[in-house]
């Protein structure tokens, strides 16, 4: 049997973590950016806690406004208060995020329901019904964006196959069939590197290698061309919310 790693107790840890904040609290940056570095899982858990959704380190915004939360925290905190600093970074942490959905909202909100109003770490009223809706509509705010971002991205792809958005739509197969059979293609060509190669260099379907694998005739697939093309250039690059309208 092996022996078992050591395991600070956590009073050991308290006391590491104390002296960092004082360290920090009197200008050592060294300090500071320990505290920044070692406690990032923490921040991301607590902005993820926030905002109900898994909090990406560089990709998300909210995961910046939440560590400069937690620096906030390092400054503001008391020491001799005896409570938690992590509790403490915690509620700055969740305030700091809210303030950032406000300020995205439109200007017009509900009424607020006393009844689901707590107090946080420092006996602050927060009014977790206002703040859930505050998230919701921050995060409608943002997958408008991003899906208006991806509709843009594939309209200037799809002009370098010589395809329109309003063609596209006259395109596309008017019976249940004949667009699963189009869209069969299409995913065997997302599968298929070469495939996925001969398509993004030639601008065209590799329609003789493809009848070796695919149960549709060439006439067909000749017939739907550039549905087929606009189908897998969706599967192939990064666009996850127009994915979701053909899976």
Known sequence: MGI?????????????LNQLLMKARSGDEEARNQLLREYIPFVAKSASQATGRYIRRGQ?????????????????????????FLGFADTVIKRRLIDYFRSKQAKQRDVPFSDFEVEDEEENVINYVEVQKSVEEHQKLVEGDARRDEIQHF??????????????VDLSPKHQDARENA?????????????????????????????????????TIERQRKYIIAVSLILIGDFEMLQDYIM
């Open 4 to 16: 078992l790693p050591f395991r600070r107790k956590k009073s050991e840890e308290t006391s590491d």
């Open 60 to 84: 998300d915004d909210e995961f910046s406004i939440a560590l400069a939360a937690f620096n906030e925290a390092i400054e503001r905190y008391d020491l001799d208060r005896g409570t938690s």
């Open 155 to 168: 309209t200037e792809l799809l002009m370098q196959f010589e395809i329109s958005m309003e063609e596209l």
């Open 183 to 219: 869209m069969e293609v299409a995913k065997v060509i997302a599968a298929n590197q070469e495939f996925c190669d001969y398509l993004m260099t030639k601008r065209s379907l590799p329609l003789k290698a493809l009848m070796n694998h695919v149960k549709v005739s060439r006439k």
